[in-house]
Nanobody, 122 residues
Framework: QVQLVESGGGLVQAGDSLRLSCAASGRTLYTMGWFRRAPGKEREFVAGVTWSDGNTYYSDSVKGRFTISRDNAKNTVDLQMNSLKPEDTAVYYC?????????????????WGQGTQVTVSS
């Protein structure tokens, strides 16, 4: 079992930066991911990182702007978001799955945080 708690959301302007953090408790040898759900849309993959070698993966929509990182000693996974756009507005969720492989479908992740709202104004 693992428990996840996100923090760091807020209201920013287009072009600004924001950093989300996810604190994990319990077993932590999980692949971690960030997903988001915008109003009226399905939950979508944003970024993921494996637990053993720290390999990272990004959706095309955030590649080059967002950076995912994890600190296994602190049991945290962060998402640094730069050059934010209004279309990045969504509830962002931290997720975890067993195994050492980043998958992009939300159904492949068994554990979820409560979500944190990110709003980007134009």
């Amino acid at each position: 079992q693992v428990q996840l708690v996100e923090s760091g959301g807020g209201l920013v302007q287009a072009g600004d930066s924001l950093r989300l953090s996810c604190a994990a408790s319990g077993r932590t040898l999980y692949t971690m991911g960030w997903f988001r759900r915008a109003p009226g849309k399905e939950r979508e993959f944003v970024a993921g990182v494996t637990w053993s070698d720290g390999n990272t993966y990004y959706s095309d929509s955030v590649k080059g702007r967002f950076t995912i990182s994890r600190d296994n000693a602190k049991n945290t996974v962060d998402l640094q978001m730069n050059s934010l756009k209004p279309e990045d507005t969504a509830v962002y969720y931290c997720a975890a799955r067993r195994g050492n492989l980043v998958l992009v479908k939300w159904v492949d992740y068994a554990y979820w945080g409560q979500g944190t709202q990110v709003t980007v104004s134009s």
